[in-house]
T-cell receptor, first 112, second 113 residues
Framework: RKEVEQDPGPFNVPEGATVAFNCTYS??????FFWYRQDCRKEPKLLMS???SGNEDGRFTAQLNRASQYISLLIRDSKLSDSATYLC?????????????FGTGTRLQVTL | EAQVTQNPRYLITVTGKKLTVTCSQN?????MSWYRQDPGLGLRQIYY???????DKGDVPEGYKVSRKEKRNFPLILESPSPNQTSLYFC????????????FGQGTRLTVV
């Protein structure tokens, strides 16, 4: 089983819609998770960290469900500019000093 | 401006011709790593370094070498490139390996013919 798994999509949604992505992880000891955004042929950039208590930044909300071992990203009022690939990221080995492991990404396409 | 700089951005080379992709960061980060990204496979770690003179293999190290003689630089070396190393390569740095934000370079698109 992969350490971090996510649905590759694509998710095609109209502008203004609410869309949610989930990502499952296999290491129950993992502490730190992140969502990165990657535009086509560009480098990944941090979108937001995922905390146990949840994390909200404007239209974006990230949640961590330890019991079911998944993290989620909710995007409200989707904009055309939200079209990108969203990468779920967790630590390898569960500690804060270990390597990062990346999901393969979920592609979002927001349309008019 | 905090950044990770990779060079070159694009490279076409022939099988067997040694090449080096440079990576430099100006954030005084201890942790640096190299990834390759291929369609359907996502980002896979090639090598990482936790500090000067400390490097270790990632998930796909075969055919690659790295060195970390200075904190800011972490070059990726392909001694004898092969077509299956055609890929998009990213260098990244962070203040630790897994608990903080990783900053990525702009990527190097390598084609080996």
């Amino acid at each position: 089983r992969k350490e971090v798994e996510q649905d590759p999509g694509p998710f095609n949604v109209p502008e203004g819609a609410t869309v949610a992505f989930n990502c499952t992880y296999s290491n129950s000891a993992s502490q730190s998770f992140f969502w990165y955004r990657q535009d086509c042929r560009k480098e990944p950039k941090l979108l937001m960290s995922v905390y146990s208590s949840g994390n909200e930044d404007g239209r974006f909300t990230a949640q961590l469900n330890r019991a079911s071992q998944y993290i989620s990203l909710l995007i409200r009022d989707s904009k055309l500019s939200d079209s990108a690939t969203y990468l779920c990221v967790g630590p390898r080995g569960g500690g804060t000093a270990s390597k990062l492991t990346f999901g393969t990404g979920t592609r979002l396409q927001v349309t008019l | 401006e905090a950044q990770v700089t990779q060079n070159p951005r694009y490279l076409i080379t022939v099988t067997g011709k040694k090449l080096t992709v440079t990576c430099s960061q100006n954030m005084n980060h201890e942790y640096m790593s190299w990834y390759r990204q291929d369609p359907g496979l996502g980002l896979r770690q090639i090598y990482y370094s936790m500090n000067v003179e400390v490097t270790d293999k990632g998930d796909v190290p075969e055919g690659y070498k790295v060195s970390r003689k200075e904190k800011r630089n972490f070059p990726l070396i392909l001694e004898s490139p092969s077509p299956n190393q055609t890929s998009l390569y990213f260098c990244a740095s962070s203040s630790d390996g897994g608990g903080t934000e990783a900053f990525f370079g702009q990527g190097t698109r390598l084609t080996v013919v």
